[in-house]
């Protein structure tokens, strides 16, 4: 159906609404039976790379010299670091230094999160370790004391690593208590709900299976509305010093 160019998405200097209807698919080298929706990557003006990888039974995406964040949505996978096995059911989610060779395959069709980021090192800081779990096995905190809206950390908050991966659900009719703005960008995934977000001077209606990527210092704010919880996964920079030489980095995205 031809819906004459019209489309919620939207991209601005600052930040990029991108909605289901705009996704276009795409395979990476060494990928097999792995497509890839790029959400957002340094063409975009982002330090980072967020993509959802859609594997069919069997698919396999291969190692990558950068530090690499999964979160399963659909499926299963089969993580293999080393000789060690592990599986991810949907909500399970891993953490691999650029320092971990490892092997990512789909036990049956999945869709998942895949972050990777160059590692920036921090002086006297020991090395980022492996990281596994299952998001609704993690204890929420209220966000600045509001039960009505919680945060689930995925990372851990330690000079060790370089960026943080956190879930956040809203209560119905729950909302930020400001308008942010920092030195921090975001790369955020819709899971379920609904709402309105503010992006630099402009609302825009979401809800799950959007994603957004906001440019460090995008004036940003969210409510939900609906009669169930919002929730989505966001990602944003973290533990460094906006004067850091960018030759500190090690690795690279692949």
């Known amino acids: 159906m031809h819906h004459l160019g019209q489309t919620r998405s939207s991209l601005k200097p600052d930040h990029l609404l991108q909605t ?74 891993a953490f691999l230094p650029h320092t971990a060779p490892h092997a990512v395959r789909a036990s049956k069709a999945s869709r998942v999160v895949v972050i990777e980021k160059p590692y920036q090192s921090q002086p006297g800081a020991a090395r980022p370790e492996i990281i596994l779990g299952k998001e609704s ?25 370089d960026f943080a991966v956190n879930t956040m659900t809203y209560a119905p009719g729950a909302a930020l208590s400001q308008v942010e703005i920092h030195v921090m ?34 004036p940003q704010w969210f409510g939900a509305i609906g009669k169930k919880p919002a929730k989505y996964l966001i990602y944003k920079d973290w533990r460094r010093h906006p004067l850091e030489v960018r030759s500190n980095l090690e690795g690279h995205s692949a």
Not at 34 to 52: K, S
Not at 145 to 156: H, I, K, N, S
């Open 20 to 93: 289901p209807d705009t996704f276009v698919r795409t395979p990476l080298p060494g990928a097999e039976g792995v497509e890839c929706i790029v959400h957002a990557a340094p063409q975009l003006g982002a330090r980072f790379t967020e993509m959802t990888a859609e594997f069919t039974a069997g698919g396999a995406l291969p190692s990558t010299r950068a530090q690499r964040f999964l979160y399963v949505l659909e499926g299963k996978l089969e993580l293999r670091v080393g000789r060690k096995s592990h599986a991810l059911p949907p909500g399970g989610f």
């Open 137 to 161: 096995k993690i204890e929420g905190t209220p966000l600045m004391g509001d039960e009505a809206l919680m945060v689930r950390t995925l990372m851990p908050d330690s000079p060790s690593y």
């Open 185 to 218: 960008e975001h790369g955020l995934l819709m899971l379920e709900g609904g709402g309105i977000y503010r992006l630099g001077d402009c609302w825009y209606p979401v809800e799950a299976g959007d994603f957004i990527w906001m440019r460090a210092y995008c």
